[in-house]
């Protein structure tokens, strides 16, 4: 079974200060993405790490996907409260049916 | 907006009455997956369609779960009997055939068995 566990679990910090939500593994990803979930909503996808050691950025968030394919990182900068949400890495799944399987969720939430 | 929608959003019932939901996925997407999620926790997969073939289900779908997709468009997912343990957000969501694991999401449907 393919688990991917997320640290830490819940996370509270003041608006501006940075952060990093880390998604890790024992088993090996051909790809791994991150979702932002917020409140009522369902999940939205912001990003796809295919290639070990891949770094991408979106705006003030920075995702990077470990030399093995078997972690992978969320930094943000400058955290502001529009940031607040729900957290999830996943990946697919090998064998099945192109099932993806999701972490544990970090929730994230930025004070004013 | 041609994005993944669910209806409805919010559902209360009774313990042991029965619930459907529906799903209608981005046009283009010939997969769709049905997931439960609790509070605080990851989508927990349920089952999967391409196109109208139902391909898996989660040990987590007991008999009282059935999900159909007639026709390969849309999606509906009933729960009969209900238990208050059913009690969760029921998401749907919908993908390319090239880029399967990058899964587009509705917005859900709340489900609380009282």
């Known amino acids: 079974t393919q688990l991917l566990e997320q640290s830490p679990q819940f996370l509270s910090i003041q608006e501006g200060e940075n952060l990093t939500v880390y998604c890790n593994s024992s088993s090996v990803f051909s790809s791994l993405q991150w979702y932002r979930q917020e409140p009522g909503e369902g999940p939205v996808l912001l990003v796809t790490v295919v290639t070990g050691g891949e770094v991408k950025k979106l705006k003030r968030l920075t995702f990077q996907f470990g030399d093995a394919r078997k972690d992978s990182s969320l930094h943000i900068t400058a955290a502001q409260p529009g940031d607040t949400g729900l957290y999830l890495c996943?990946?697919?799944?090998?064998?099945?049916?192109?099932?993806?399987?999701f972490g544990t969720g970090t929730k994230l939430q930025v004070i004013p | 907006d041609t994005g993944v929608s669910q209806d409805p959003r919010h559902k209360i019932t009774k313990r042991g009455q029965n619930v459907t939901f529906r799903c209608d996925p981005i046009s283009e997407h010939n997969r769709l997956y049905w997931y439960r999620q609790t509070l605080g926790q990851g989508p927990e997969f349920l089952t999967y369609f391409q196109n109208e073939a139902q391909l898996e289900k989660s040990r987590l779908l007991s008999d009282r779960f059935s999900a159909e997709r007639p026709k390969g468009s849309f999606s509906t997912l009933e729960i009969q009997r209900t238990e208050q343990g059913d009690s969760a957000m029921y998401l749907c969501?919908?993908?390319?055939?090239?880029?399967?694991?990058?899964?587009?999401f509705g917005p859900g449907t709340r489900l609380t068995v009282t």
């Open positions: 996943a990946g697919p799944v090998s064998g099945g049916y192109q099932k993806v399987t």
């Open positions: 969501a919908s993908s390319f055939s090239g880029k399967t694991y990058e899964q587009y």
